[in-house]
C-alpha cells in the first residue's frame, strides 16, 4: 500500500474535523442526529434528478436516495422533534468539477422556526467553514434584474431565448419558460454571486417541495439557495405540508419526467400518508458538505473536499471520469 | 447518422451542429438547484478555427461528425494545389492550397501529414508537431554569444521565418515546432 499523499490526508483530516464540528453545531442546538435509510424501496420524484436503481438478489428493486427528505420527514411527523442527517446521496448523470454521483449531504429540519431565523441558522452552519462572512439577500427577481436585466415574473420565453441566443441552437426558442429561466440564472446570475449571497422568493414553478405565499400581488416560493463564490451550497425551504398539493407536485414532476423520455415512479404512499397524519411547520435546508470543505481548503474542484478515500468506490485510474 | 449524449461529451470529439463539423474544446456541467442540468460547451469549427459556445439540455443527443484521418506523405506541390500519397494504398489526394491557410510553411516533400476528411472531403492537413528544417537566410552569428537568449530572425527552407539563437548560421539544420513556430534545437 503507498502512503497518501500530504494533501490527500490533510484533506482526509480536515474531512474528520468538520463531521465533529457538524455534530457539535447540531448538539448545541438540541437538533437530534438520525441516520434514515439510503436504501429505499419507493423513490423520491424529482424531475432533472436522476435516481439510482439498485437490483436486489430477490429481484426486488430498490433505490438509493439522491437526499433523506422523505425518510426525514416521515419521521417528523411521527415525532415532531428537530432533526439532522449526514449522509453519502446519490444522483445519476451529475459529472463536473462541482458534481460527483455521490456526495455527502447534510439535511436538517426545524420546526416552528421563523422563516428569517432558519436562514441565519443556515447562514452561522456554512460559517463554520467559511469564517466570519457578512451575508447579502437578494430575491430571485432583483438577481435576475441587477444581472440579467430581466425580470423573470413579465419576462416572456421569447426574450429570455433572445437575451442568450447567441450560445443556443435555434430548437431553444422552443423551450419553456422555466427551462429558460434556470439558464439564465445558471449562466448570468449565479457567477456573480461571489460573496456569501441568499436567494429568496424564487417563482413558484420552481418550488419544489416548498411552500409558496404571495408577496407584492405574486406568488413565490418561500424557498432559499445560498451562494458563495459562484456555487450553489445549500437549498431550503418552508416545508410544504399539506399532503394533498404534494400530492399534486409528486405527479406533476412524473408527468415532467415522461416528457423528457425518462421513467416515471409509483408514489411514495408511506411518506403522503405520513403528511396526511400532520407535518409540523417547519423549515428544512440541504447543504453540500463536500462543497463546503472544498471552499475551507481553497480548492475550486469537488476532489478537493472529498480526498481520494472517496474515489466513488473505484480505483485511481477510473477517478478522472467523473 | 451516430448519435451522442451530452453525457458522454468528452473533449477532443467531434460533433456535427447545424450542419457544420466541430471539435468539442471545452464542457461544464451546470445544475442549478433542483433545476434543468445543461452542457455548456464550447466548440472550434473543423475548418473554419471559429470558437462559438452552445448550451445543451443535458441528456440531449446530437449528431457525431463525420471525420475521418489518414496519415498521408506529401508527393510534390503545384502551383494551386499540393499532391499527398498515402503510403499503404498509394492512393494520391489533391489538396487545394487554399486548406492549408498559415499552414504552407510546413510543407515539405517526403514527409507524412495528417489529413482530416469530412464525409469523404479533406478539409485540413495537420503537420507533424516538429519539423527538421534547413536555415537558407539569416544575417550572421555573433561569435562567443552562445547563451541562446537573445533571437534574430531565419529563414527556413520552406519559407518560413523562425527566431532562433543568434549562433545559428545559413545552412544549419534546426528543429522547429510546428504549433507556434519556435525554434526547439540544433539539428
Known amino acids: 500500500m503507498t502512503a497518501p499523499t500530504s494533501d490527500a490526508s490533510n484533506i482526509l483530516e480536515k474531512r474528520a474535523q468538520f463531521f465533529e464540528k457538524v455534530r457539535r453545531f447540531f448538539k448545541n442546538r438540541s437538533v437530534l442526529e438520525v441516520d434514515c435509510p439510503a436504501l429505499c424501496a419507493s423513490p423520491s420524484i424529482d424531475a432533472h434528478i436522476d435516481v439510482m436503481e439498485v437490483l436486489l438478489i430477490d429481484g426486488q428493486r430498490a433505490y438509493l436516495h439522491p437526499s433523506p427528505e422523505y425518510g426525514m420527514k416521515r419521521l417528523l411527523c411521527a415525532y415532531g422533534k428537530d432533526i439532522y442527517q449526514m449522509s453519502h446521496v446519490f444522483r445519476d448523470n451529475e459529472n463536473g468539477p462541482l458534481h460527483k454521483p455521490e456526495f455527502t449531504l447534510v439535511e436538517w429540519y426545524r420546526c416552528n422556526m421563523p422563516f428569517s431565523f432558519f436562514i441565519e441558522e443556515t447562514l452561522n452552519f456554512i460559517r463554520l467553514f467559511l469564517g466570519k462572512q457578512k451575508a447579502i439577500i437578494l430575491t430571485y427577481r432583483e438577481a435576475l434584474m441587477r444581472y440579467a436585466r430581466i425580470d423573470p415574473f413579465h419576462a416572456s420565453p421569447q426574450e429570455l431565448y433572445s437575451s442568450m441566443q447567441e450560445g443556443l441552437s435555434p430548437e431553444a426558442a422552443l423551450w419553456d419558460k422555466e427551462t429558460l429561466l434556470q439558464l439564465l440564472f445558471s449562466i448570468h446570475v449565479e457567477p456573480h454571486l461571489k460573496e456569501l449571497t441568499v436567494v429568496i422568493d424564487y417563482p413558484k414553478e420552481q418550488a419544489a417541495l416548498s411552500r409558496v405565499s404571495m408577496k407584492e400581488g405574486i406568488e413565490v416560493a418561500e424557498r432559499f439557495e445560498v451562494y458563495y463564490k459562484g456555487i450553489e451550497l445549500a437549498n431550503g425551504y418552508h416545508e410544504l405540508a399539506d399532503a394533498k398539493e404534494q400530492r399534486a407536485r409528486l405527479c406533476k414532476e412524473n408527468e415532467k419526467r415522461i416528457a423528457l423520455g425518462k421513467s416515471s415512479f409509483p408514489l411514495d404512499e408511506g411518506f403522503l400518508h405520513a403528511l396526511e397524519q400532520g407535518l409540523p411547520d417547519c423549515c428544512g435546508v440541504a447543504a453540500g458538505f463536500d462543497r463546503l470543505l472544498m471552499l475551507h481548503l481553497g480548492g475550486a474542484r469537488l476532489e478537493k473536499g472529498i480526498g481520494h478515500a472517496h474515489g466513488h468506490g473505484r480505483g485511481h485510474e477510473r477517478e478522472e471520469l467523473f | ?187
Request: charged share 30%.
Open chain 2, 1 to 187: 447518422m451516430v448519435q451522442v449524449s451530452t453525457n458522454e461529451f468528452k473533449i477532443g470529439m467531434k460533433v456535427e451542429i447545424d450542419r457544420d463539423p466541430y471539435l468539442i474544446v471545452g464542457n461544464d456541467f451546470v445544475k442549478p438547484g433542483k433545476g434543468q442540468p445543461f452542457n455548456r460547451t464550447k466548440l472550434k469549427h473543423l475548418i473554419s478555427g471559429r470558437v462559438i459556445e452552445r448550451t445543451f439540455k443535458s441528456g440531449e443527443r446530437i449528431d457525431l461528425a463525420d471525420i475521418e484521418e489518414s496519415k498521408m506523405r506529401l508527393l510534390y506541390r503545384e502551383p494551386e494545389s499540393v499532391v499527398f500519397m498515402n503510403d499503404v494504398t498509394f492512393d494520391q489526394l489533391t489538396v487545394p492550397k487554399s486548406l492549408l491557410a498559415n499552414k504552407e510553411q510546413w510543407l515539405m516533400e517526403e514527409t507524412l501529414y495528417s489529413i482530416i476528411f469530412y464525409k469523404g472531403q479533406p478539409i485540413s492537413v495537420e503537420p507533424p508537431t516538429f519539423l527538421e528544417m534547413n536555415i537558407v537566410e539569416t544575417t550572421p552569428g555573433l561569435r562567443g554569444d552562445s547563451s541562446g537568449r537573445v533571437l534574430k530572425p531565419a529563414k527556413t527552407e520552406t519559407g518560413a521565418i523562425v527566431q532562433v539563437p543568434l549562433f545559428i548560421e545559413e545552412g544549419e539544420k534546426i528543429k522547429v515546432d510546428t504549433r507556434d513556430g519556435s525554434y526547439v534545437g540544433r539539428v
